[in-house]
T-cell receptor, first 112, second 110 residues
Framework: NAGVTQTPKFQVLKTGQSMTLQCAQDMNHNSMYWYRQDPGMGLRLIYY???????DKGEVPNGYNVSRLNKREFSLRLESAAPSQTSVYFC???????????FGSGTQLSVL | QKEVEQNSGPLSVPEGAIASLNCTYSDRGSQSFFWYRQYSGKSPELIMSIYSNGDKEDGRFTAQLNKASQYVSLLIRDSQPSDSATYLCAGANTGNQFYFGTGTSLTVIP
């Protein structure tokens, strides 16, 4: 059972480049989330998808877009990367708000 | 105002002592609360979940929830060096949103 698989693990971009972070879960979870983690800031919610076919903004959505491709997959896209988007990104999923979040292994993104 | 506020520390305790971690939350619609532990360079892992007022114990860990005061805490008894990590408090509301605090860095000194 793989859980939450997140790719890539590391990425370096130049300012203005675009990229997509991929996330897939094999636990048949309805809800999926994208967070960013910066030193001293904890985990901040970027976007989430409560169920297949829906997406909603979190605390810090500017500069990002998401796609809930199907129940398993939830991708995060940076259309024009900025140095302020240098961060560690985590994807997570859960079956309900009474259950824990299962996290991917994270993506270390650097934007130069 | 952040949905969840934590004392960011850092907190240092001697081995064998009790470590006390606290957080407050602003959304009265939050109904589930969690404590995660995160080692440097790793993903967060669940330590405790709590949904009702009162205490919940699991081994050396006790979570406390007071919905009237909008307060959640975690006590770690007999602290061990392996408990040294960042502890994240999280709340989940009926909008399917999980919000995290900024984390408290704990160091257990041998």
């Amino acid at each position: 059972n793989a859980g939450v698989t997140q790719t890539p693990k590391f990425q370096v971009l130049k300012t203005g480049q675009s990229m997509t972070l991929q996330c897939a879960q094999d636990m048949n979870h309805n809800s999926m989330y994208w967070y960013r983690q910066d030193p001293g800031m904890g985990l901040r919610l970027i976007y989430y998808s409560a169920s297949e076919g829906t997406t909603d903004k979190g605390e810090v959505p500017n500069g990002y877009n998401v796609s809930r491709l199907n129940k398993r997959e939830f991708s995060l896209r940076l259309e024009s990367a900025a140095p302020s988007q240098t961060s560690v990104y985590f994807c997570a999923s859960t079956g309900s708000i009474d259950e824990k979040l299962f996290f991917g292994s994270g993506t270390q993104l650097s934007v130069l | 105002q952040k949905e969840v506020e934590q004392n960011s520390g850092p907190l240092s305790v001697p081995e064998g002592a009790i470590a006390s971690l606290n957080c407050t939350y602003s959304d009265r619609g939050s109904q589930s609360f969690f404590w995660y532990r995160q080692y440097s360079g790793k993903s967060p892992e669940l330590i405790m979940s709590i949904y009702s007022n009162g205490d919940k114990e699991d081994g050396r860990f006790t979570a406390q929830l007071n919905k009237a005061s909008q307060y959640v805490s975690l006590l770690i008894r007999d602290s061990q060096p392996s408990d040294s990590a960042t502890y994240l408090c999280a709340g989940a509301n009926t909008g399917n949103q999980f919000y995290f605090g900024t984390g408290t860095s704990l160091t257990v000194i041998p």
